[in-house]
């Protein structure tokens, strides 16, 4: 989606917001005893409370409001009775439709007690993240964006799963431009266009560069099950920078 007024850039905060708020309190609901479907009970919830409705449900018709991953699980964990237990390594991804407008974000929460490798590994990831939206700018080059996240990668001894990438949102979950790569990617020529929106959201992990699905059709995981977090915002790219939209406050 290109942003081509004043009033779907506001649309499009305000679904941020909301998927913002509602993956901080699952967050904050996180501990040990609880079931990662009490835990997607409660982000429907604060999803249908504002209004909006479940984007991988809707779109997909996937078995949950939100996608709740528990490790060695990076991404599309169905929602069920597993209960949390201390030391568990949890990705949770919140996207919803409001008033017409896709949003999309997703944080990974290591459960105390905490080894330091993850404490690492979580930090991070949020850094990693934040390395690819500080090469946004309308104008730039989508490759930018990969080249510097696996710089950081590199440099800090981590690897990155390479066939889970980021993509375009706001009309729909998944559009155009899509497979967005959060690693070096030299045969990408795409540009950044002004109003443009998208997701970033590397998976960074302790060794792992593939995930493959499991049987129930949608849980990925890392063939040796290796530690990997995922962070993801959605934003717009205009001449200044990111317009990062999936902020809680």
């Not at 997607?40 to 018709?61: C, H, I, K, M």
């Not at 699905?213 to 001449?239: C, I, K, M, N, S």
């Amino acid at each position: 989606m290109t942003i081509g007024s004043e009033d779907e850039l506001e649309k499009l905060k305000a679904a941020g917001r909301v998927v913002a708020r509602t993956l901080t309190a699952m967050g904050q609901a996180l501990e040990p005893g609880i079931t990662t479907r009490e835990l997607d009970d409660l982000g429907r919830q604060l999803l249908e409370e504002a209004g909006a409705r479940s984007a991988p449900e809707l779109t997909y018709n996937f078995p949950g409001a939100t996608c709740i991953s528990v490790g060695p699980d990076v991404a599309h964990g169905i929602p069920g009775d597993r209960r949390i237990e201390a030391g568990d390594l949890v990705n949770i991804d919140v996207s919803a439709e409001l008033d017409g407008f896709f949003a999309d974000t997703g944080a990974s929460f290591a459960v105390p007690p905490t080894a330091p490798r993850i404490e690492r590994l979580c930090r991070d990831g949020r850094r990693a993240l934040w390395s690819g939206i500080r090469q946004v700018r309308a104008g730039g080059e989508l490759a930018a964006i990969g080249k510097s996240i696996e710089s950081f990668a590199r440099k800090n001894g981590y690897s990155l799963v390479r066939n889970l990438a980021s993509h375009g949102v706001g009309a729909s979950l998944h559009e155009e431009p899509t497979e967005i790569a959060t690693w070096e990617d030299r045969s990408e020529r795409r540009r950044i266009t002004d109003g443009l929106v998208f997701t970033i959201e590397p998976f960074l992990s302790l060794g792992a560069d593939w995930v493959e699905e499991l049987d129930d059709g949608w849980t990925l995981r890392p063939p040796a099950r290796q530690p990997t977090v995922q962070y993801e915002h959605t934003l717009v790219a205009t001449p200044r920078g990111a317009v990062v939209v999936t902020l809680a406050d």
